[in-house]
C-alpha cells in the first residue's frame, strides 16, 4: 500500500516538536545546533529515526540510550556528521522514491545511501549494508518533507 501524505503547517523542527516521539532526535539537534538550520527555508528531506529507534541503536551497542546519547554529544563532530546524514537537500516525496530504486541519495554529511524500492515499499541500505525501513505517512512541511524510518541510518564516518 503507497505511503499517505500528511501535510503541516510548520517546518521540520515544529513538526518532529509537534509528533511527540523524536524527543531523541530534538534532543541531539539542538546539542548539534542543527535546528536553526531545519528551521530554515530548505527545502529538505528529513529520514527522521524516532525514540525507539534511538532505543534499538544503544540496544545494538550495548549502552542504556542516555550513555550513547552523551558519547555523540561529547564528539560534535560526530554528531552532526550522524544527523547530517538523515538529512537530504531538496524536497523528495514518495512519489519521487518509488522512482529510484537503486539509485543514491546524497546527504547533507556529503555520504550518500541508496533508496530501495519493492512495489510501494521504500526502504534504504545504509554505509554499512543496513536497511532501514521508510514506514508511515510522509509528512509534508513548508520546508520539506519527514520521512519515518524504523532505524537510524549510519555512514561510514557514524557509529550506530
Given at each position: ?11 521540520v ?57 552523551a558519547a ?9 556528521d ?12 514518495n512519489?519521487?522514491l518509488?522512482s529510484?530504486?537503486?539509485?543514491p ?10 533508496v ?14 543496513r ?30
Amino acid at each position: 500500500m503507497p505511503s499517505e501524505s500528511t501535510t503541516y503547517s510548520g517546518n521540520v523542527v515544529q513538526a518532529l516538536e509537534s509528533a511527540g516521539n523524536f524527543t531523541v532526535l530534538l534532543e541531539l539537534l539542538k546539542a548539534a545546533g542543527l535546528v536553526e538550520v531545519l528551521s530554515g527555508p530548505g527545502p529538505f528531506t528529513v529520514f527522521a529515526p524516532n525514540d525507539a529507534a534511538w532505543d534499538d541503536a544503544a540496544s545494538r551497542m550495548q549502552w542504556p540510550l542516555a550513555k550513547m546519547k552523551a558519547a555523540v554529544i561529547a564528539q560534535p563532530a560526530l554528531l552532526t556528521d550522524v544527523l547530517s546524514y538523515h538529512v537530504v537537500s531538496g524536497a523528495f516525496l514518495n512519489s519521487k522514491l518509488l522512482s529510484m530504486n537503486g539509485q543514491p541519495l546524497m546527504t547533507l554529511s556529503g555520504e550518500s545511501f541508496s533508496v530501495d524500492v519493492d512495489g510501494t515499499t521504500v526502504s534504504f541500505t545504509d554505509g554499512y549494508d543496513r536497511h532501514i525501513n521508510k514506514v508511515g505517512n510522509e509528512i509534508i512541511v513548508s520546508n520539506g518533507v519527514i520521512h519515518l524510518v524504523d532505524g537510524v541510518l549510519q555512514g561510514a564516518n557514524g557509529v550506530t
